[in-house]
Structure formats: structure tokens, C-alpha cells
């Protein structure tokens, strides 16, 4: 044993040796290798992270500028779409009046100056049909001299050849209404007609306009015309400052063609004084400055936009200021050239300023968003980054370090203890294994991580396994051996019948022929009823003993379950009622038709119901249930329950309930025969039997019967 103990020690100490080789070495050349190129790693990394860094910072920036132009783009392309729908629906108008019966409730007269409007605010679109000279041609030589504002020399423009297509115009404001009221930028929508009808939503008083002796000659009419616009499409125009609020506006305008010729235009004014004011100060960073530019004007720009680097004039005010672009320094004209793409950034190195510059168009609008940012501000957050980035790697390499001297004492414990433990895992394993082979499948070894752990619960169930195979072995060579032990009861039960069956009928015969002699001593025709009484049981065994033995042969019929189940109920109720027993039959509402040996069957729920019966003793409930169980549709499955309230089976007798012989009852009261007989039947059906105690009392047998085929 002492021998055997210190070889142990001595190979646990060699197997540490080696463990602690082989770490040592791997260990020792990456630390060389390691310290040779961490300042290579280091200063590489450096210059790849700060590019990256650089690179994010660059598609920040432009990501930036694409969102914003995208938000303001959607805006007034979706006002543009319903300027498009507008002129639609202006030239349907055109085409055919007739066809637009929406009518808006106002009510339209002639002024004094003869001016055909809607006097007051009804909140519809206003009407506005302006007064035209009485005879241009003939007056022209004395309007030279004349004031044109005498009304002498005016008649209305109004007529009723206008009506239907002054009511048809009223259809307008099922666009106009919404498009105003619900975006805040629209302040205005309108529709002008070159016979000097005019509509605009809000209601306004013309009165007050001033009057243009010819609607053609309207800014806002001419310059939706070909001449202006050949594209014949929506157009915006410039900015502009309204008259009235003093702000910053401009108009989306449409031509509407019928056939060719240019009818009408209508259009929406927008207020852009917010968003003008929205766009000056996107910034990015504190240095960083904006500037909005829009065919040779500066729009909007933020107060801290570098003008001299730009060689501009710093203007007076944020807003409609002409760009001169023969006086831009080279800084400027590379902040401000065109470009061919809509979005981008570029970097901008003069001797006035490195600069970063974000550009992104605003479609519809051919506007131009320019974002200005100073190199510093850039690429100062990705110095920072990058000079975190090395001073973590410079605390990388102390830890390194520190590591690889904690490796090195920890290496050799850690090898004694792997090899420990890897020698104490085997043995467990071992043990095991020979518990296993011994026969001990209840053995379990202890599950761990690692290889050993996987070996272990593999093993266990292994042994798991091996257990349940064992015991459906041990179930399906019980199941052989009841059905061998019943084919050899039936072959000789048969035997058995048919040579008692022939004597006990003459007994039975000359019995009978004695009971009917006049002459019989006392007492002689009690002594030959007993003797019949004894033959009937002899007779009623026999029964038994051909009925197990006839079980080899099933004949099925199609027939309905629930037609047999009731008829067996229906002859059995009669025994019921004598007992006092309370028999409840329940029948599926939805029978189909199986295939079953029809007198089996009845014989299964005779013997069934006659224990049932007799299990109650006096009084109680036995229930008789069916029920069919369906699959894909279709029926697949018969179940007949029969349920008593007598006192169970003990655990005890279960297991051998259907057993040959096998009985509880007293000598002379049962055979041990009806059980064995009834599950013989529903095996030959491929079926099952199971018997089940019910709380607090009562018992069940539950029959399975599958659906088969006719025999």
C-alpha cells in the first residue's frame, strides 16, 4: 500500500512538471513576441482608430445636413402635390363646369364700382370678378389724359354667361380649406382665371388691392406662363417680402392648360420667415456657422459665419442680400461653387481657414443648406478618442505585464490541482462503471463541468436508460407470459369441457327422470334439486371454460356501439333493480358505426356490469359511459367506461385482476374466470383494459377499442 501511495505521488508530480512546461513555454514566447511589436500594434491602431473616428465624425455631419434637407424637402414637396392637385381639378373644371355640384352657401352681388364679390367673410373662398373698361379701343386716346380710377369709365366684368363657371369654381375650396388650414406655412391659396375671375382662400376685401387693368399682366399669373416657366410643371418663386406682414414669403405656382392654351394659375404663398430663421442656426458644433443660399442670394446665415475668409461684406440683416460672386475670395468660391451631388461633404484648406463643409440641396425649393466647420472641431473629439485609445492601450501593457507574472506562480498550483482533479474524476468514473457492470443501475455519479461532468451524465443516462429498457422488459415478458399461460388454460379448458360436458349432461338427464317419479322417498326429491343445483354450476364453469377457450376466433360485423351497450344495459337492468342498484347509462350524442364481434362485446360489458353489480352489495350507482374519439376527422377510437361506488381494489389484487383463476371471491362463488376472458376479448379487438380506483370510492375498467377492419 505505501509502495502504491508514493508511485501515485510521484506520477502526480511528473504530470505537474509537464503541465507546468508546457504553460511556462506558450507563456514565455508571447511575452517576447508580445513586447517586440505592442509599440508597432500601438502606434498602428492609433492612426487606424483616429482615421475611423474622423470618418464618423465626417458621416455624422453629413447625415446630419441629408435629415434636415430630406424634413424640409418632404414639406414642400408634399405643398407642390397639392398645388398639382389643385390645377388638376381647375382644368376638369374648365372642361366641363356642368360636372362640379358642390356649392360652398355663398352668396355674390355687384358692388358700386362694379366689382361682382362676396361682400363679407363667410368662411369660404373669396370671389373677386374686377370691372373692365367700357371700350378699350375707342378710349384709349382720352384715358391719356384721364384718371383711370373714374368709374365712368368702367362697366362690371361680371355677365351670366359666368355663373356656371363662378359656381363650378366653389369646388376649389374642398382643397384650398384644408391645404390652408391645416399647414401653418400656407397662408394663402389662390386661383386666377385670365377673364378676370379670381378666387383665394382666406376670404379677403379686393377692395382694398390694387386693380390691374388686365389679369394677364398679374406677377402672379405671368409667371406660370410659358414664356416663364416652359417646363409647364408647379415652380417656386423667389423669396420675397409680403407688403403687408413684412415677412419672408414665397409661392408655389401651377398653369392650368386646356388644349393647349394657358386658362388660369393657381398657387399657394407660404410663410417662410420661421424656417429661414430654423435653418441659420443649424450648427454642429460652437465654431461651426450655416449659410442658406438660393440663386445668388443668401437667404439666412448664422452670426458667427466667417465673411472675411469669404471675401463678403458682412451684411446688414439675416435675409435678402445679393450674393456677388466676382468678389468671393478662394475660399469662398470653394465654400459656394455648384455641385452635382445632392449631399456631401468636402474639406476646404486655404490660407484663411481649414474648414469642413457640409453641403445638402432642399428640393423642391433649389435651395442650398452650406454647414461651415472648423477643422479643430472636427477632429478634436477624435484626438481626444485617439489619445484615450492610447493610454488605455499603455494600461493594457502594465496589466500584461502584472498578468504574466501572476500566470507564471499560478501555473504551478493550478497544474497540481488539474492533474489532482482529473486523477479523483477517473476513479469516480471507474466506480461507477463497475456498479453499472455489477448490475447497480440505480447507481447515479456526480455531474461537474468539464469533460468528466459530460462523461458522467452521459453515463447516467446510460444507466437511466438501461433501467427502463429493463423494466419493459420485465412488462412485455409478464404480457408473454399471461398470454402464453391463457392460450395453454384455453387449450385445456376446451379438453376439460367437452369430456365433462357429455357425463354431466346424462347425470343431469337421469336427474331429472327421478324428479318425476310420484314414488320417491322424503327427502329424496331435495337431495336430486341440490344435485341439479350442482350441475347448473358445473354447467355454468363449463361455460366459462369454452368461452376462454373459443378466444383464438374474433368474427367483426360493422355494427353501432351504442346499440349493443344499450341492449346488454337493457337485459342487465332487470339484476340491477333486484339489488337496489341505480344502473345510468351515457351514450355519445354522435355514434359511429365500428367493427366489433358483436357477442364478445356483450360478453365484456356482461362480466363488467356483473361485478360492478356485485360490488355494490345493496344500493349504489354504476354508470355505463361511451365515447368516440376522432382524428383528421374521422373517427379513430371507442371508450366504454363502467364506473360502481362499491369499496375499489386494493393495490394490492391490481395487478392481477386479469389473471386466469384469480378471484377475491369466497369457494363456490366465482372462478377467477371473467376478467381473464373479458381482457382476452379486447386484446383480440388490438384494444386495452384498464382498471383505475376512484375517490373516495368506486372503481372504473375503461375499455380502448381502436377502429379495425371487417373480418
Given amino acids: 500500500m505505501v509502495l502504491e501511495f508514493w508511485s501515485k505521488k510521484r506520477l502526480v508530480f511528473k504530470l505537474s512538471l509537464c503541465a507546468m512546461v508546457l504553460f511556462l513555454a506558450p507563456i514565455g514566447l508571447i511575452s517576447h513576441l508580445s513586447f517586440r511589436h505592442l509599440r508597432t500594434i500601438k502606434e498602428v491602431s492609433l492612426q487606424e482608430a483616429r482615421s475611423a473616428l474622423i470618418t464618423s465624425q465626417v458621416e455624422f455631419l453629413k447625415n446630419h445636413l441629408a435629415q434636415k434637407a430630406e424634413k424640409i424637402s418632404t414639406e414642400f414637396s408634399n405643398i407642390r402635390d397639392e398645388v398639382h392637385l389643385l390645377s388638376s381639378l381647375s382644368r376638369a373644371i374648365f372642361e366641363d363646369p356642368s360636372r362640379f355640384m358642390y356649392r360652398n352657401g355663398s352668396r355674390y352681388r355687384l358692388d358700386e364700382g362694379g366689382d361682382y364679390i362676396n361682400p363679407v367673410d363667410d368662411g369660404n373662398s373669396s370671389l373677386y370678378v374686377p370691372r373692365r373698361p367700357f371700350s378699350l379701343d375707342s378710349l384709349i386716346p382720352a384715358m391719356e389724359n384721364a384718371d383711370i380710377e373714374n368709374s365712368d369709365l368702367y362697366v362690371p366684368g361680371y355677365s351670366s354667361s359666368l355663373d356656371s363657371l363662378i359656381a363650378a369654381t366653389e369646388s376649389l375650396d374642398t382643397i384650398l380649406k384644408p391645404l390652408v388650414d391645416l399647414d401653418p406655412r400656407v397662408v394663402l391659396g389662390w386661383f386666377i382665371h385670365k377673364d378676370r375671375i379670381s378666387r383665394t382662400y382666406p376670404w379677403r376685401d379686393f377692395q382694398h388691392f390694387p386693380k390691374y387693368p388686365e389679369v394677364t399682366s398679374w406677377p402672379f399669373y405671368y409667371l406660370a406662363d410659358p414664356d416663364h416657366n416652359p417646363s409647364g410643371k408647379e415652380v417656386f418663386t423667389q423669396v420675397y417680402t409680403d407688403p403687408l406682414s413684412r415677412h419672408n414669403m414665397i409661392s408655389c405656382l401651377s398653369p392650368v392648360f386646356v388644349e393647349g392654351e394657358h386658362l388660369a394659375t393657381v398657387g399657394v404663398d407660404i410663410t417662410v420667415e420661421t424656417l429661414i430663421q430654423e435653418i441659420s442656426q443649424v450648427h454642429l458644433s460652437e465654431g461651426s456657422s450655416s449659410l442658406l443660399l438660393s440663386r445668388g442670394e443668401i437667404l439666412a446665415f448664422s452670426k458667427n459665419i466667417p465673411f472675411a475668409a469669404l471675401g463678403l461684406e458682412p451684411p446688414s440683416s439675416s435675409s435678402g442680400e445679393t450674393l456677388d460672386l466676382d468678389n468671393l475670395s478662394e475660399t469662398g468660391k470653394a465654400a459656394m461653387r455648384p455641385r452635382s451631388e445632392k449631399t456631401g461633404v468636402e474639406f476646404i484648406e486655404t490660407e484663411d481657414l481649414r474648414a469642413f463643409v457640409g453641403y445638402a440641396e432642399l428640393e423642391p425649393l433649389g435651395w442650398r443648406l452650406l454647414l461651415l466647420v472648423p477643422e479643430s472641431d472636427l477632429l478634436g473629439p477624435a484626438n481626444e478618442k485617439a489619445q484615450a485609445i492610447f493610454s488605455e492601450a499603455e494600461r493594457i501593457r502594465g496589466n500584461f505585464v502584472h498578468l504574466l507574472v501572476f500566470a507564471i506562480l499560478a501555473v504551478a498550483g493550478l497544474g497540481y ?202 344500493g349504489g350507482v354504476v354508470r355505463v359511459r361511451t365515447r368516440y374519439v376522432f382524428a383528421r376527422g374521422e373517427v379513430s377510437l371507442f371508450i366504454l367506461d363502467v364506473e360502481d361506488e362499491g369499496p375499489g381494489i386494493s393495490e394490492e389484487v391490481l395487478p392481477h385482476v386479469f389473471d386466469p383463476f384469480f378471484t377475491t371471491k369466497e369457494v363456490g362463488k366465482g372462478t377467477g374466470l371473467g376478467l381473464a376472458v373479458v381482457n382476452s376479448i379486447v386484446e383480440g379487438h388490438s384494444g386495452k383494459i384498464e382498471v383505475q380506483n376512484l375517490s373516495p370510492r368506486g372503481c372504473r375498467f375503461r375499455v380502448l377499442i381502436p377502429e379495425g377492419e371487417a373480418e
Fill in 417 to 618: 490541482v488539474v492533474v489532482a482533479h482529473q486523477s479523483r474524476g477517473l476513479r469516480t468514473l471507474l466506480g461507477g462503471i463497475q456498479d453499472f457492470g455489477a448490475g447497480n443501475l440505480s447507481r447515479r455519479m456526480p455531474v461537474e463541468g468539464g469533460e468528466f461532468g459530460q462523461l458522467a451524465q452521459a453515463l447516467n443516462s446510460m444507466a437511466e436508460s438501461l433501467r427502463e429498457k429493463k423494466s419493459e422488459l420485465k412488462r412485455v415478458y409478464a404480457e408473454v407470459e399471461q398470454g402464453r399461460k391463457l392460450k395453454a388454460v384455453g387449450r385445456l379448458a376446451s379438453g376439460v369441457a367437452h369430456e365433462v360436458n357429455n357425463p354431466l349432461a346424462t347425470i343431469s338427464t337421469y336427474t331429472q327422470l327421478l324428479l318425476r317419479r310420484p314414488d320417491l322417498p322424503d327427502g329424496a326429491s331435495d337431495s336430486l334439486k341440490k344435485v341439479m343445483a350442482e350441475i347448473a354450476r358445473i354447467q355454468e364453469k363449463l361455460r366459462n371454460l369454452l368461452d376462454l377457450s373459443r378466444l383464438q376466433s374474433v368474427v367483426k360485423t360493422r355494427l353501432n356501439p351504442n346499440a349493443l351497450v344499450y341492449d346488454v344495459v337493457e337485459m342487465v337492468g332487470h339484476e340491477a333493480r333486484a339489488h337496489g342498484v341505480d344502473l345510468q347509462l351515457f351514450l355519445d350524442e354522435n355514434p359511429r358505426e365500428f367493427n366489433l364481434d358483436q357477442s364478445g362485446i356483450k360478453q365484456v360489458l356482461w362480466n363488467l356490469l356483473g361485478n360492478a353489480i356485485a360490488a355494490q352489495g345493496r
